[in-house]
C-alpha cells in the first residue's frame, strides 16, 4: 500500500492530489454528517456516480487527444427519449433498442470525427454544431417525456447486487475496460501521442486521422449509454434531460487533473472528479445547504487542482 | 308458455346483474375518483417531525415565491423540527439524487415540486415504498404513488384565458400564443386548454405559437419577430405575465397599438396594464399552493384524512378589480396573488 503511493506520488503528483481531496471531502462528510455512513447512502452515492462516470470516460479520452465533445449533452437526451419513446413498456423491444440508441451514438460520434479528423473543423465548432442538430432532433421527436421502459430495464440502473448497486459494478467494468484500452494497446498510445503533440504523432508513423475518428466514437457510445442509463434509472426519457452534461462531464475531467490541452492525466482522475462532483451534492443535501453552493464549491475545486497542477508544471 | 316465462326471467335476472356490475363499477370509480379522501392513520407520527422539500428550481420569480410560502407555512409549526429545502436547478437528474439524499436523512414526509412530470415517478415511488408519505405539488407525477397532489389547475387556467380573449375580439380575428417551457407539465396543459376552449371559436385563427420559457426577455423577442411575420395581430395569448409582459414590451417598441394581453397576477403585468390601460385579463396561477401543500403535509403527520387532489382556487383579476391587485410600490416581480406577510416578502 505505501509502496503504491509513493509509486503514484512519484510517477503522478497531481492524480496523487486529487485522491486527496476526494479523501477530504470523503472525511469531511462521513464526521459531519451521521447519514453519511449509512449503507443507504452510500449506495445511493455510488449510483448517482455513474452517469457522469459513463459520460466522463469518453470525454476524458477526447480531451486527452487535444479535442472536446460538446455534443454528448444533447446525444444523451436523445438516446434516452429514443428509448423510452420506443420501449413503451415492451419486453422485446430492449435488445433492439439498445442495440439501435448505441448505433446511433457510434454514427454521431462516426460524424464528429470526420468533421474534425478529415475535413479541419476545429473540435469545439463540430460538436458545439452537433449538440444544436441533435437538440433540435430530440424536441421535434418530442416535446415532453415520454414513453416508458419496462421494469427490468429498470434494474440497469436502480438494481442492487446485495448492498452494492448494478450500475456501478457495470462502471467498474466499464472503467477497467477502458483502463486497458488506454495504457496498453496501441490506440491508447497513439490517443496520448496526438494529444502531446500532433504534428510529432503523424511523422512518428501514427495515423492521426483514424485514432481521431475512433476518439469521437467511443465518446458518442459511452453518451448513447449514458442516455440508456438515465432512461432506466428515471423510467422514462426526458428532452432537456442531458443538458448540462457536457460542461459537467467537462468539470469532472479537469478536477480529475487531465490537461485541457491533451496529453496528459488519464481515467483514474476521472474516477476522483466523477466521485468529487457526487460527493459534494451529496453532503450539501445532507447538511441542507443550499444547491447554489455547490456550483461555488464545484469551481474552487477546478480552480484549486487545476492551478496546482500548473505549479508543479 | 311456462318455458317463455322462466327464459324470460332468467333474461330479467341476467340484465339486473349486469345493471349491478356496471353500477358498482361506477360506484368504485366514484370512490376512485379525485374527491376521494385518502385515509392517512398508517402515517400518524408523533412530533417532532423531520420534513424534506424536494424543489425543483427557484429560477423564476413565481418558484421564488412559492418556495416563499412553502417556507413560511413550514416556519409556523413548531412540531417540525426540521425542514430540509433541496434545489435540483430544474434537472430531474439531480431531483432523483437530491430524494434519495432526503430518504438518506431519515425524512418523517416528502414534499415535492417535480421538475418535470413522468421523470420523477421513480423518486416519489422510492419514498412511499419506504413508507414516507408524499405530498406532490404544483407540478404532477405520472404514478399513483403519492398521498395527495395539490396544485391549481393549470388546463382551466389556460382555458379561461382563452375564452376571455375569444370573447374579448368577438369570436373573430388573428392571434398569436406564447408559451412557457416546451415539455413543462403548467405549460403543456395551459395550452391544451386553450386549445379546448378555442375549438369553440372557430374565428378565431391561430398565427402560430411559441415556446419563451417564461422568461421576459425572450417574450420580447419572439414577440418582436411576430410583429414583424404578422401585419395584424389582433390578440395575444401568454400563458404568464413574465413573456406576457415582454411582449407587450415588444408592442410598445413597435409603435403598435396594445391588442387584448391574457397575463396572470405578476405585479409587472398589472403595472402595464394600469399604466397602459390596454385590455387585460389575469388569471393567477397561486404561489400559495405551496403553503397548502405544507398544511395538508401536516395532516398527514396528525393521522388526519386528506383529499387525493387538491385544486387551489384561482383568482381571475379584471378591469373592475385592477386596483385590488396591482402596487405600484412593490417590484415587478412580485405575484400579487401572495398570502405571504411583510417581512417573508423577497428581498428586493
Known amino acids: ?313 | 308458455m311456462k318455458r317463455v316465462l322462466v327464459v324470460l326471467c332468467v333474461g330479467l335476472l341476467f340484465w339486473i346483474v349486469l345493471a349491478g356490475v356496471a353500477l358498482a363499477q361506477g360506484w368504485v370509480k366514484f370512490l376512485d375518483s379525485d374527491k376521494m379522501l385518502v385515509d392517512t392513520s398508517m402515517y400518524a407520527k408523533t412530533p417532532p417531525w423531520k420534513i424534506g422539500f424536494s424543489n425543483a428550481s427557484i429560477s423564476n420569480s413565481w418558484r421564488v415565491f412559492f418556495a416563499r410560502h412553502v417556507e413560511y407555512e413550514a416556519s409556523k409549526h413548531p412540531e417540525i423540527a426540521e425542514f430540509y429545502v433541496t434545489d435540483a436547478q430544474d434537472n430531474p437528474t439531480k431531483q432523483l439524487a437530491d430524494v434519495e439524499d432526503l430518504l438518506a436523512k431519515g425524512i418523517d414526509l416528502l414534499i415535492i415540486s417535480p421538475a418535470t412530470e413522468a421523470a420523477l415517478n421513480p423518486a416519489v415511488e422510492k419514498a412511499m415504498e419506504k413508507g414516507v408519505p408524499v405530498v406532490v405539488v404544483d407540478r404532477k407525477v405520472t404514478t399513483d404513488a403519492y398521498v395527495t397532489f395539490v396544485e391549481s389547475s393549470n388546463y382551466q387556467m389556460g382555458k379561461i384565458m382563452a375564452e376571455w380573449l375569444a370573447e374579448k375580439l368577438g369570436g373573430k380575428g388573428n392571434i398569436v400564443m406564447l408559451s412557457g417551457i416546451a415539455g413543462a407539465g403548467p405549460a403543456e396543459d395551459r395550452l391544451k386548454g386553450a386549445m379546448d376552449a378555442l375549438k369553440n371559436y372557430p374565428g378565431i385563427k391561430v398565427l402560430e405559437q411559441q415556446y419563451c420559457e417564461w422568461s421576459p426577455v425572450l417574450g420580447k423577442q419572439v414577440m418582436a419577430t411576430l410583429i414583424q411575420k404578422y401585419p395584424q395581430i389582433d390578440g395575444v395569448w401568454a400563458d404568464s405575465a413574465l413573456q406576457g409582459s415582454g411582449a407587450i414590451e415588444a408592442l410598445q417598441e413597435a409603435g403598435k397599438p396594445i391588442p387584448p394581453v391574457t397575463g396572470e397576477d405578476m405585479n409587472r403585468y398589472l403595472k402595464m396594464w394600469k399604466e397602459m390601460g390596454f385590455e387585460g385579463v389575469a388569471v393567477s396561477f397561486p404561489t400559495w399552493q405551496g403553503q397548502v401543500a405544507v398544511q395538508k403535509a401536516i395532516d398527514i403527520l396528525n393521522g388526519i384524512a386528506v383529499p387525493r387532489y387538491v385544486d387551489c382556487p384561482r383568482v381571475i383579476i379584471t378591469k373592475e378589480n385592477l386596483d385590488k391587485f396591482v402596487r405600484m410600490d412593490l417590484p415587478d416581480e412580485f405575484f400579487m396573488d401572495s398570502r405571504l406577510p411583510e417581512e417573508w416578502l423577497p428581498k428586493r
Open chain 1, 1 to 313: 500500500m505505501v509502496t503504491l503511493i509513493q509509486r503514484i506520488l512519484r510517477g503522478n503528483p497531481t492524480l496523487f492530489f486529487v485522491y486527496v481531496i476526494l479523501f477530504v471531502f470523503f472525511v469531511f462528510a462521513a464526521s459531519t454528517a451521521p447519514q453519511f455512513r449509512t449503507v443507504y447512502n452510500i449506495s445511493n452515492l455510488l449510483r448517482q456516480a455513474v452517469a457522469f462516470g459513463i459520460v466522463g470516460i469518453g470525454q476524458t479520452i477526447v480531451i486527452l487527444s487535444g479535442g472536446i465533445d460538446l455534443s454528448v449533452g444533447s446525444l444523451i437526451s436523445l438516446a434516452a427519449c429514443l428509448t423510452s419513446g420506443i420501449m413503451i413498456g415492451n419486453p422485446t423491444l430492449v435488445f433492439p433498442i439498445v442495440f439501435l440508441v448505441l448505433g446511433i451514438g457510434v454514427l454521431v460520434g462516426l460524424t464528429n470525427g470526420t468533421l474534425v479528423a478529415y475535413l479541419r473543423v476545429p473540435p469545439f465548432i463540430a460538436t458545439l454544431a452537433m449538440s444544436a442538430i441533435l437538440q433540435g432532433s430530440v424536441l421535434l421527436y418530442t416535446k415532453k417525456p415520454v414513453g416508458g421502459v419496462t421494469r427490468g430495464f429498470m434494474f440497469f440502473a436502480n438494481g442492487q447486487l446485495g448492498a452494492i448497486p448494478f450500475a456501478f459494478v457495470f462502471w467498474v467494468i466499464l472503467l477497467s475496460f477502458f483502463l486497458f484500452l488506454l495504457r496498453r494497446t496501441g490506440l491508447g498510445l497513439h490517443v496520448y501521442a496526438i494529444g502531446g503533440n500532433q504534428e510529432i504523432a503523424r511523422l512518428s508513423g501514427i495515423r492521426v486521422s483514424v485514432a481521431k475518428v475512433a476518439v469521437y466514437v467511443i465518446s458518442g457510445f459511452m453518451a448513447a449509454l449514458t442516455g440508456l442509463f438515465l432512461a432506466s434509472r428515471l423510467g422514462i426519457g426526458d428532452p432537456l434531460m442531458g443538458q448540462g452534461f457536457e460542461l459537467e462531464s467537462i468539470t469532472a475531467v479537469l478536477i480529475g487533473g487531465t490537461s485541457l490541452a491533451g496529453g496528459k492525466g488519464g481515467i483514474e482522475g476521472t474516477i476522483a472528479g466523477v466521485l468529487i462532483i457526487a460527493l459534494i451534492n451529496n453532503i450539501l443535501n445532507l447538511l441542507g445547504v443550499s444547491g447554489f453552493w455547490q456550483w461555488i464549491i464545484k469551481g474552487i475545486v477546478v480552480i484549486v487542482v487545476v492551478a496546482a497542477y500548473k505549479v508543479k508544471e
